[in-house]
């Protein structure tokens, strides 16, 4: 079946330690995106991505990285310089052209301990 | 700054009924809107769709409607189902980027 795979679904790190969500998509799509998810909030943009070799920060990129190596994979780094990175974690994929709608992984919880 | 606001954070409607979710923005250069729904620890499942040339967009049960002047849209669904109970995203793009609100949660009572 075609979809967007993330894994693990939960994670738990040591503060002060780094840790890479892993976001896989086998529809084919060019542009693939991360949002963070906090409780009684909308989805914030953290990066996204319209082609391979090539990513923008989005609204909350400050202590976040990405890579885009390959069209299926969008992997996201939480670096020790975010300041409160325990959050749901969410991958997108999507069609380049502006009226397709995104697609969206089951997310990734991340818990500092 | 938040630039799509759903004010209400939760609705309550019978099952039979209309449920309605509203959505309010402040960018006018949103060129397309799109709801979401949500189960708890599960992505967002794309409902519905409208582009900001149209006022109206209608799929089964589910319609949008979109108010430019107003900046307003709105979701209806008829009738309400035990399945839609799930939380709600308005979303609106700009761009390739989307812009969601924070969420109503519905509940659909037997």
């Known amino acids: 079946d075609g979809g967007i795979t993330q894994s693990p679904k939960y994670l738990f790190r040591k503060e002060g330690q780094n840790v890479t969500l892993s976001c896989e998509q086998n529809l084919n799509h060019d542009a693939m995106y991360w949002y963070r998810q906090d409780p009684g909030q909308g989805l914030r943009l953290i990066y996204y991505?319209?082609?391979?070799?090539?990513?923008q920060k989005g609204d909350i990129a400050e202590g976040y990285s990405v890579s885009r190596e390959k069209k299926e994979s969008f992997p996201l780094t939480v670096t020790s310089a975010q300041k409160n990175p325990t959050a749901f974690y969410l991958c997108?994929?999507?069609?380049?052209?502006?009226?397709?709608?995104?697609?969206f992984g089951d997310g990734t919880r991340l818990s500092i301990l | 700054d938040q630039q799509v606001k759903q004010n209400s954070p939760s609705l309550s409607v019978q099952e039979g009924r209309i449920s309605i979710l509203n959505c309010d923005y402040t960018?006018?250069?949103?060129?397309?809107f799109l709801w979401y729904k949500k189960y708890p620890a599960e992505g967002p499942t794309f409902l519905i769709s409208i582009s900001s040339i149209k006022d109206k967009n209608e799929d089964g049960r589910f319609t949008v409607f979109l108010n430019k002047s107003a900046k307003h849209l709105s979701l209806h669904i008829v009738p309400s189902q035990p399945g839609d109970s799930a939380v709600y995203f308005c979303?609106?793009?700009?761009?390739?980027?989307?812009?969601f609100g924070a969420g109503t949660t519905v509940t659909v009572r037997a």
């Open positions: 991505s319209q082609i391979v070799n090539d990513f």
């Open positions: 979303a609106a793009k700009n761009d390739y980027k989307l812009s």
């Open positions: 960018n006018s250069m949103f060129d397309y």
């Open positions: 997108a994929s999507s069609m380049r052209a502006s009226n397709q709608p995104q697609h």
